[in-house]
């Protein structure tokens, strides 16, 4: 049986029978009645990123994932990762000096910040993480005069406005402003290896993939007819890790990458194709428990009947934690339509209706929109006794809170993934 690891996420247990929606549940159950701590924790199915990284090499086998650490850096999930042979996409120092203590190779990592802190650039010198994006002219004199010898990245603005998140507004190099910069960088002697772009997070038009590789093609063509040879294009991140109803897939975003790399870097090349995704492995993996701590009861002027009243359900989380993003993206109401399906004994309370302080709950969840990283289209909440509120619900926000343990469910990884067969 698995037990909680408030500040060991090493701990791994195995358990390899756990596959299923119903079997978490189980687990949380059996977690719930064996600890004294009620804080909210996180299960992380690591079979379920594995299964990830089979299907990204079975349906893009061109272009070659470098995990983004930043959305979810759990030490056994970067394992995980790093054991699969994936690349890593690191924003900061912290996040390569993990990576590299993992023992993973500087040939397998990009420090992908546009912007970065000088001390990280000599950081990244002295550790040989040389591969490093740039989008402006500062960040180049800072490259000259930190890590002259870096082997770097053009990032630019992507032409689309369909994502959630605006990562051109921030990053990027406007498209007028490429030949200019390359010129600069040239002038200073620094070597520039291709060109990178992300199309923002909670995109739902991926054509921004073909559009943006397009455009790719033709900086590409302009860095050759100035003596560059690149040989690096990264496609960056914004792909989904969950199947949301009448939203396209990562398979069809695949499809349309991979038609677009046919036609604008085709194999024979020799273009190193890489991707940033974040999300994409981790958003279905976790699993949120949390508690019910309160319940508020809202009658109007008219509505004596229990059918017409309305319930507040305060949780031991929210959004200054794991809920943070519905603050700043989520227009609509979290959970609705919960149900009484058990109950247990008649409820005691007098300004109650019955089967909520001794019953079973199970609290269907509605499709979340304009949520990142972490929502869920099939997620559940169950409330079982003493008010402890599970939600099946995948996050990519493990290190919200310290309090949580790993269900390990594999034994090792394939070694078919580890070679990076389909």
């Known amino acids: 049986m698995a037990t909680a690891c408030p500040q060991s996420p090493q701990n791994i247990e195995r358990n390899p029978g756990l596959h299923s929606n119903h079997a978490i549940l189980q687990a949380i159950k059996e977690k719930i009645m064996e600890e004294n ?3 909210p924790f996180y299960i992380v199915n690591l079979d379920d990123i594995v299964d990830k990284h089979k299907q990204w090499l079975a349906q893009m086998p061109r272009v070659k994932p470098f995990y983004a650490v930043k959305c979810n850096n759990t030490e056994p999930v970067v394992k995980t990762i790093a054991a699969l042979g994936a690349g890593f996409d690191c924003a ?10 993992l023992g993973v190779g500087t040939d397998r990592i990009i420090y992908g910040h546009p912007c970065k802190d000088p001390q990280d650039i000599k950081l990244a010198s002295k550790q040989g993480v040389d591969l490093m994006a740039f989008d402006n002219e500062c960040e180049l004199f800072k490259i000259k005069r930190l890590y002259p010898s870096a082997r770097l990245v053009l990032r630019i603005q ?6 959630v998140y605006k990562h051109g507004k921030m990053y ?6 490429c ?18 772009f992300h199309i923002g997070g909670l ?3 991926y054509m921004a993939y073909h559009h943006t590789i397009r455009l790719c093609r033709d900086i590409f063509d302009d860095a050759k007819s100035m003596d560059y040879n690149f040989s690096l294009l990264d496609i960056g991140g914004g792909f989904p890790g969950y199947a949301v109803e009448n939203n396209p897939t990562f398979s069809d975003a695949a499809k349309i990458i991979n038609m677009a790399l046919d036609e604008y870097f085709p194999k024979e090349e020799n273009v190193e194709v890489i991707a940033e995704p974040g999300a994409y492995y981790v958003q279905s993996a976790f699993t949120l428990a949390l508690r019910v701590t309160g319940k508020r009861v809202l009658r109007s002027a008219n509505s004596a009947k229990v059918s017409q009243q309305s319930y507040f359900y305060y949780l031991n989380d929210g959004i200054h934690g794991s809920f943070f993003c519905n603050l700043l993206f989520l ?3 979290l959970v609705r339509n919960f149900h009484v399906v058990k109950t247990r004994s008649k409820c005691r309370s007098t300004r109650a209706p019955c089967g909520v302080q001794h019953s079973t709950l199970i609290i269907s969840w509605q499709k979340i929109s304009n949520c990142p990283n972490w929502t869920s289209e099939t997620g559940c909440t169950y409330l079982t006794w003493g008010h402890t509120l599970l939600c099946l619900h995948p996050l990519s926000m493990g290190l919200l809170h310290r309090n949580y343990f790993i269900l390990r469910l594999m034994k090792s990884p394939p070694d078919s993934v580890l070679r990076g067969d389909s």
């Open 37 to 39: 701590d009620r804080r």
């Open 92 to 101: 900061s120092s912290a996040e390569f000096q993990q990576v590299l203590n």
């Open 158 to 163: 992507p032409q689309d406005d369909e994502d």
């Open 172 to 177: 990027g190099c406007a498209l007028d402003q």
């Open 179 to 196: 030949k200019e910069l390359l010129v600069k960088a040239k002038e200073m002697e620094l070597t520039v290896v291709g060109v990178s």
């Open 203 to 205: 995109c739902t038009d």
């Open 331 to 333: 227009a609509d109401k």
